[in-house]
């Protein structure tokens, strides 16, 4: 089904100001037929009587005709249960006032922008034995600005099989209203549940951190994809498998981000341990590296400017005292040596 955008039904304030006349002239009306039944109780003016009764009881539903639409909001009307079509530019409305609002997501609440109720506003009768019945009007419009789905996490598997925990954060708007409201029960659920799904797809194809023989991306070669180390590349594909799931709906997806990216409580603990082992690994690599470089470049030196000469075993024995010196945890305590090196 296809959006159809109304136009031309800016008409809400004169046919509000037509209404008020008609009632302003019904009630002269009453008054007069009220005199001229008292004076002279005949079948015309009785008509007339009974004409203004009718017209004071019914004219009140031209009143539900009258729509009025804030920026950014729309307005998806049907008549007797027909796709009539839909309200979206701002202004004050007047349509067949048997045509009804629908917006299934109109009571929906999810953790999002846009859905935090509003104390100003009133909604329809809700509550709890617990707090108490509070009294709110719902609202049948559909917002057309970006709204914000912030996800609760999720414990999903990456591709190791080590359980982390994400959480994203999608950008969204309804594009398509007819979609929105008639291709799906609830839009907002809908949304909510395909990324749920989306993220666990994605998710899985990526480690945690960069390992070893991984194809995170369907090449067949091994690559450096990580969930902690390619985030916008992640969050990109988040996205457009989102937006591949929700295109019926009339939603489009402007952006998905991760907020919240760790290792599950059970395994952190062991995780946290490796990858401390993995920093001191390569802390001890790089002092190695480097006290060998010193180590060289000593030795260079001596032999270049014939500071001394010095024998195979005098040389392993400086070599060993130099690494020990250079890669010990703490300071070297020195020895002077004031005998002969020989």
Known sequence: MSEKILEGKKHGMRMLLLTLLLYIADIALFAFSVERV?????????ALLVVSIIIFLFAWILFCGLKILKPQEALVLTLLGKYVGTLKDNGFYWVNPFCSSVNPAAKTRL???????????????????????????????????????????????????????IGIAVTWKIVDTAKAVFNVDNYKEFLSLQCDSALRNVVRIYPY????????????????????????IVAAKI???????????????????ITYLAYAPEIAAVMLQRQQASAIIDARKMIVDGAVGMVEMALERL????????????????????LVVLCGNRDAQPIVNSGSLY
């Open 111 to 165: 953790n999002q922008s846009g859905d935090v109720s509003d104390s100003t506003r009133p909604l329809a009768l809700s509550g709890s034995p617990a707090d108490g019945m509070q009294l709110a009007l719902t609202s049948n419009k559909l917002s057309l600005k970006i709204m914000t789905l912030n996800n609760s996490r999720q414990k999903i598997n990456d591709c190791l099989g080590n359980p982390v925990e």
């Open 209 to 232: 951190d960069v390992s070893p023989n991984v194809d995170t991306t369907g090449d067949g070669l091994a690559d450096e994809g990580s969930l902690r180390g390619s985030s916008e």
């Open 38 to 46: 008292a004076q002279e109780p005949s079948p015309a003016y009785i």
């Open 239 to 257: 996205r457009d498998e989102i937006q591949k799931r929700v295109e019926e709906a009339g939603i489009t997806i402007l952006e998905a981000r």
């Open 303 to 322: 032999n270049e400017n014939d500071v001394v000469k010095l024998d195979e075993e005098r040389k392993a024995a400086m070599v060993s005292n130099l």
